[in-house]
């Protein structure tokens, strides 16, 4: 353990005489750098960090908080070139959670009791708010998940329908060995074309 004096620095070495951590005049932690910027600041080749709760079945937590009620709540992800290019934020006026890749926001759920998704907008007015173009797997009428309980209100595309998607078919009972791209949708016990 050393104390230096030109710096004020509490400097922590092993027994083979490598520096291994260090507490500066402002009072910030070096572990593995004697320049540290920030209150705790870890680096090393392969640097890793963990949190092992050994209680069986026990929580583990980390908490991240701010004093006062219109603070955000951030963790970057970065790289030599941009040291936040990635980020998730919780911005607790309005109370929302939002996702930043590549620099811009993604996606963004909403607080209060609505809980509203927004992807590419960052104000939902529904459960699910997509700014762009969906895509979802198209499947082969045999490929279909089995209609039940747990389908009810499903929707999906086949690309082997018998019959045209047209007016005149809607809410007929799908079936395949067609070559017809239609939507359909599941009541729970039967897929539907619409």
């Given at each position: 353990?050393?104390?230096?004096?030109?710096?004020?620095?509490?400097?922590?070495?092993?027994?083979?005489?490598?520096?291994?951590?260090m507490i500066d005049d402002a009072q910030q932690?070096?572990?593995?750098?004697?320049?540290?910027?920030?209150?705790?600041?870890?680096?090393?080749?392969?640097a890793g960090m963990r949190v092992y709760n050994?209680?069986?079945?026990?929580?583990?937590?980390?908490?991240?908080?701010?004093?006062?009620?219109?603070?955000?709540?951030?963790?970057?992800?970065?790289?030599?070139?941009?040291?936040?290019?990635?980020?998730?934020?919780?911005?607790?006026?309005?109370?929302?959670?939002?996702?930043?890749?590549?620099?811009?926001?993604?996606?963004?759920?909403?607080?209060?009791?609505?809980?509203?998704?927004?992807?590419?907008?960052?104000?939902?007015?529904?459960?699910?708010?997509?700014?762009?173009?969906?895509?979802?797997k198209v499947y082969t009428v045999a490929n279909?998940?089995?209609?039940?309980?747990?389908?009810?209100?499903?929707?999906?595309?086949?690309?082997?329908?018998?019959?045209?998607?047209?007016?005149?078919?809607?809410?007929?009972?799908?079936?395949?060995?067609?070559?017809?791209?239609?939507?359909?949708?599941?009541?729970?016990?039967?897929?539907?074309?619409?």
């Open positions: 353990i050393a104390y230096n004096h030109s710096t004020n620095d509490m400097e922590f070495y092993t027994l083979a005489g490598n520096f291994a951590m932690v070096g572990i593995g750098t004697t320049s540290p910027n920030y209150l705790l600041d870890v680096e090393k080749s392969g050994t209680d069986n079945n026990g929580n583990t937590d980390i908490h991240l908080r701010t004093a006062g009620t219109t603070g955000n709540s951030r963790i970057f992800f970065g790289d030599t070139a941009v040291s936040d290019i990635g980020s998730i934020i919780y911005r607790h006026n309005g109370n929302s959670l939002a996702f930043q890749t590549n620099g811009s926001e993604r996606m963004r759920i909403i607080g209060g009791s609505d809980g509203y998704v927004g992807i590419g907008t960052t104000s939902p007015q529904q459960k699910l708010e997509v700014d762009g173009v969906i895509k979802q279909l998940p089995s209609a039940s309980s747990s389908t009810i209100g499903a929707r999906a595309f086949v690309s082997d329908s018998y019959y045209p998607f047209s007016s005149s078919y809607l809410g007929s009972q799908i079936s395949g060995s067609g070559s017809n791209f239609s939507p359909v949708y599941s009541d729970g016990s039967y897929w539907y074309m619409g």
